[in-house]
């Protein structure tokens, strides 16, 4: 079972996860991907090298995405979070959800490799399996992360992502909650919008002011991405913050939120 620790010092709760260490290797510097004949386990037709599906997208009798568990957990979904003290440090049980969202039946490398429907059905699992998780009284956070290639932290090169959703809010997170509230309560405005409509103003006659939209910001971060994407502010305003993420594209022409949400995912890869 893997266990989450509390650093007293910095405040921050770390999973310890030995049977990580034991996951496959599709980077390997002594055999590199393009050289190897082994099968895949995310590719159609060897779906009995994954562990048991948990939800998957459909045509016909063949799938189009599917989600597993991870077959090498960071966290696992049974048991209790026997909340303890051991001294000064405070331990639980490694209670969790850790799952592994398969984007296609190719084996394609890359997200970007994928049409607008596939990428909309990626993200609708997203959603399901988040909404799904919410509903385990253990649970208070869930987090879509997707690594690409070794130098990322992936294993396995075939497209996919992971969920993982924890019993306890990450310090930054929490930080950056509290930050919004703070700045509400001072400005009675949403720290987002905000910074969105500065972007924005900033940018002038250079950014048409359309519903399919994003602004970017780069700036010196903690995450090694070094951007993040918010949606415009709404037309009637608000607080709390923008469901979606719009991207303008030259064809001009009108698709689904899903759509336009699902390109701005490949186009940050």
Request: aromatic share 8%.
């Amino acid at each position: 079972m893997p266990e989450l620790r509390r650093d007293p010092v910095a405040g921050r709760w770390v999973i310890i996860a030995s049977e990580r260490a034991k996951r496959p290797d599709d980077f390997s510097a002594e055999a590199p991907p393009a050289t190897r004949n082994l099968p895949c386990a995310f590719c159609a037709g060897n779906e009995s090298m994954t562990p048991q599906e948990i939800m998957a997208v459909r045509s016909g009798s063949s799938w189009k995405s599917r989600v597993v568990a991870n077959k090498f957990p960071a966290l696992m979904v049974e048991g209790d979070l026997a909340k303890r003290g051991d001294g000064m440090y405070d331990l639980m049980n490694g209670v969790g959800a850790h799952e592994v969202i398969i984007e296609s039946p190719r084996h394609e490398v890359s997200i970007t490799k994928l049409g607008d429907d596939e990428v909309r059905d990626v993200l609708w699992l997203y959603k399901q399996r988040l909404l799904d998780l919410r509903n385990d009284y253990r649970l208070v956070y869930g987090l879509v992360f997707k690594n690409v290639r070794d130098k990322a932290g992936a294993s396995m090169e075939h497209t996919h992502s992971q969920l993982i959703a924890t019993p306890i809010v990450p310090l930054q997170v929490e930080q950056e909650i509290r930050r919004c509230a703070e700045y509400y309560d001072y400005r009675g405005r949403c720290l987002l919008c905000d910074m969105v409509m500065q972007e924005i103003n900033a940018l002038g006659d250079t950014l048409q002011r359309q519903r399919t939209e994003a602004v970017e910001f780069n700036f010196e971060l903690t995450h090694p991405s070094g951007a993040i994407h918010f949606a415009k502010q709404p037309p009637l305003g608000g607080v709390g913050g923008n469901p979606l993420i719009y991207v303008r594209f030259e064809s001009g022409a009108e698709h689904s939120d899903e759509i336009y949400l699902g390109r701005c995912v490949q186009l940050s890869k």
